[in-house]
C-alpha cells in the first residue's frame, strides 16, 4: 500500500512537470501547421482539461453549476467540443502562440450570447427526442441501454446478443428494460419538456412518413451521439473491426461495448455479429426510431 503510494506521488509530480513543459512549449510561437499539429497533439489531454475548466467555471460564474455528475460531463463534453474547434481552425491562425489562441477561443465562446447552442435542428421535437434520449443516457443505465431499444427496436434478448454479454450482465439489461418502462421512459419526456401532443404527433411523422422519418432522425441522432460520447474520453475512440473483435473474443471490454455501442452508429455497423460467436443474427441493423419504450 505505501509503496503504491510512493509510486503515486512520484508519477503525480513527473506528470506534473511533464504538464509545465508541455504548457510552455505551448506557449512559443508556432510558425507551420506541421509544428502546431505535433505541439498540440502531444498536449491533448491537458487542453482537455483547460477547456473542461473554464467551463466549470463560467458555468459557476453564470450560477448554472451544480457539483453533480450531470454538470461534470456537461462541462467534459462542451471541453472536447472547444478542443475539436481548435484543432480545425487553429491551423489557419498560424503563426501563433497555440495557448494564447486556445484560451482566447474559448474565451469568444463563453462570451456569446448563448455559448452553448450547437445544433438549431435540436430544438424541433424530433431533436428534442433523440437529444434527450442521449443526454439522459450519459447519466443514466437505463436510458443507456433504452437507446438500443429506441434506436433498433430492439428487446433485451438481443441487446445482449449483440454486445456479447455474460449471465450476470444480461440479468442487469432485463431490469434495466423494465425500469425504464415502468417510469424512466416517462420520466425523461417530461425532463425534456415534450408534451403527451408532441409524442403523438411523432408517432404520426413515423407511421406516415416512415423514411423520411428515419432518416431525419439517423442524422440528427448521429450529431447527438457524437456530442455525447465525448462524456466518455476513454470509451470515445471509435475502433477497427479487428479489435472490435479481439474485445469480444477475449471477453472484456464489457463497458466499453456496451456505452460506445450505444453511442454509436457506425460502430454498430462495425462491430455488428461479432456478439454472437459468429453465427450469423440477420442484416446489419438499420436506425428505426421508436417514441414509445
Ligand atoms: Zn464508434
Redesign the pocket.
Known amino acids: 500500500m505505501l509503496v503504491t503510494r510512493r509510486q503515486d506521488t512520484v508519477s503525480k509530480s513527473q506528470t506534473m512537470a511533464d504538464r509545465t513543459a508541455t504548457a510552455s512549449r505551448l506557449e512559443e510561437v508556432v510558425s507551420t501547421a506541421d509544428e502546431f499539429d505535433q505541439v498540440v497533439l502531444q498536449s491533448l489531454p491537458m487542453l482537455l482539461d483547460r477547456a473542461t475548466g473554464y467551463t466549470k467555471r463560467f458555468l459557476r460564474e453564470t450560477g448554472q453549476w451544480k457539483d453533480d455528475i450531470e454538470h461534470e460531463k456537461f462541462a467534459l463534453r462542451w471541453g472536447s467540443e472547444y478542443l475539436e474547434r481548435f484543432l480545425v481552425c487553429g491551423r489557419s491562425e498560424i503563426p501563433c502562440r497555440p495557448l494564447f489562441l486556445f484560451d482566447s477561443l474559448v474565451a469568444k465562446q463563453h462570451s456569446k450570447p448563448d455559448p452553448f447552442c450547437y445544433h438549431p435542428d435540436l430544438l424541433r421535437p424530433l431533436g428534442r427526442f433523440v437529444d434527450g434520449l442521449a443526454a439522459r443516457a450519459v447519466i443514466s443505465r437505463d436510458a443507456l441501454i433504452a437507446l438500443y431499444r429506441h434506436a433498433y427496436g430492439w428487446g433485451p434478448g438481443e441487446v445482449i446478443a449483440m454486445t456479447g454479454l455474460n449471465g450476470l450482465e444480461s440479468q442487469r439489461i432485463y431490469k434495466n428494460f423494465r425500469r425504464w418502462r415502468e417510469n424512466g421512459w416517462q420520466r425523461t419526456m417530461d425532463e425534456m419538456g415534450l408534451t403527451k401532443a408532441e409524442i403523438a404527433e411523432l408517432g404520426n411523422q413515423q407511421q406516415r412518413h416512415r423514411h423520411r422519418f428515419n432518416s431525419e432522425a439517423e442524422r440528427l441522432m448521429r450529431v447527438a451521439q457524437a456530442h455525447y460520447r465525448k462524456s466518455e474520453p476513454d470509451h470515445y475512440p471509435?475502433?477497427s473491426r479487428s479489435q472490435w473483435g479481439e474485445m469480444f473474443a477475449e471477453g472484456y471490454g464489457c463497458d466499453y461495448r456496451i456505452w460506445?455501442l450505444a453511442l454509436?452508429l457506425?460502430?454498430m455497423q462495425t462491430a455488428w455479429g461479432l456478439g454472437s460467436n459468429g453465427s450469423t443474427i440477420g442484416e446489419k441493423p438499420r436506425l428505426e426510431l421508436q417514441v414509445r419504450p
Do not use: T
Request: hydrophobic share 15%; aromatic share 0%; charged share 15%.
Open positions: 471509435c475502433l460506445h454509436c457506425d460502430c
